[in-house]
């Protein structure tokens, strides 16, 4: 089964990603975690989760706000 992106966002960072989906608690049903996926060094694409707090929080760097992942159209 191939995996489908559901959403392209931008990292602060330049890298593209694309989300997979949002794991749910299996009990109480809360979204607790992004899954997506971009490509390493070699052009493979690898899956990654990170907390969708995390994921949705703005930042600071080099003294300016942004958000960690912005969604792109």
């Not at 694309?18 to 109480?28: F, I, M, P, Q, T």
């Not at 990654?48 to 969604?71: A, G, Q, V």
């Amino acid at each position: 089964m191939k995996n489908k992106i559901i959403g392209k966002y931008k990292h602060f960072k330049g890298q593209i990603v694309g989300v997979l989906g949002v794991a749910k608690h299996s009990e109480n049903h809360n979204d607790l975690y992004v899954v997506y996926t971009h490509p390493d060094e070699n052009g493979k694409d690898q899956m990654w989760i990170r907390p969708k707090k995390m994921f949705l929080e703005t930042i600071e760097r080099d003294k300016k706000m942004m958000r960690r992942f912005e969604k792109l159209d």
